[in-house]
């Protein structure tokens, strides 16, 4: 059971999302200045990496959002193919209903409060403003409900992985 601790730790605590979120926008800047023929004014290139940064934020706060969430439904049940049957139940109404493929100021009125109590809203939200300036809520908003998704997905497995499995 030891074994099974240490695979767990490895897997919640290791995320390349988060350090390539860091180290890619540092190593693009460091490259820009090293094969720049002249001189390169930092401010020329601010922009883009800051643009990076948000865009590696993002999708590691989604990456990270979206398996605690899938850890969520594996442990919610039995068999392998009912978690894959339980994750399409959260996953396709997720992607229309996000903001992705349909604003969701065009969602019928009934929809467009459950569209809010989505993970991935948040996070294409936040892809949008970074990208084009044309998200409908704050960044930092955006950012704190990710990661409070995460922490409430997060306990809520611990806590059925501790009520489920002996240790």
């Known amino acids: 059971m030891e074994h099974l601790n240490e695979r767990y730790e490895k897997l919640l605590l290791k995320a390349p999302e988060h350090q390539l979120g860091i180290i890619f926008p540092v190593a693009w800047t460091l490259m820009f200045f090293l094969c720049s023929p002249g001189e390169m004014d930092i401010r020329e290139i601010l922009p883009g990496v800051m643009a990076l940064s948000i865009l590696f934020g993002t999708t590691s706060m989604?990456?990270?959002t979206s398996?605690?969430?899938?850890?969520?439904?594996?442990?919610?049940?039995?068999e392998v193919f009912e978690a894959q049957t339980f994750s399409n139940?959260?996953?396709?109404?997720m992607l229309?209903?996000?903001?992705?493929f349909?604003?969701?100021g065009n969602l019928p009125f009934f929809l467009q409060p459950l569209s809010y109590i989505l993970p991935l809203t948040y996070g294409a939200d936040m892809?949008?403003?970074?990208?084009?300036?044309?998200?409908a809520i704050s960044l930092w908003l955006s950012l704190l409900?990710?990661?409070?998704?995460?922490?409430?997905?997060?306990t809520i497995s611990t806590h059925n992985i501790k009520k489920k499995w002996i240790y």
């Open 62 to 64: 989604l990456a990270v």
């Open 67 to 78: 398996t605690f969430l899938g850890l969520f439904i594996a442990v919610s049940v039995s």
């Open 89 to 93: 139940f959260f996953r396709f109404p």
């Open 96 to 100: 229309f209903l996000c903001g992705l």
């Open 102 to 104: 349909i604003p969701i």
């Open 127 to 135: 892809l949008k403003e970074s990208i084009n300036a044309d998200g």
């Open 145 to 154: 409900v990710l990661i409070g998704f995460s922490l409430v997905l997060f």
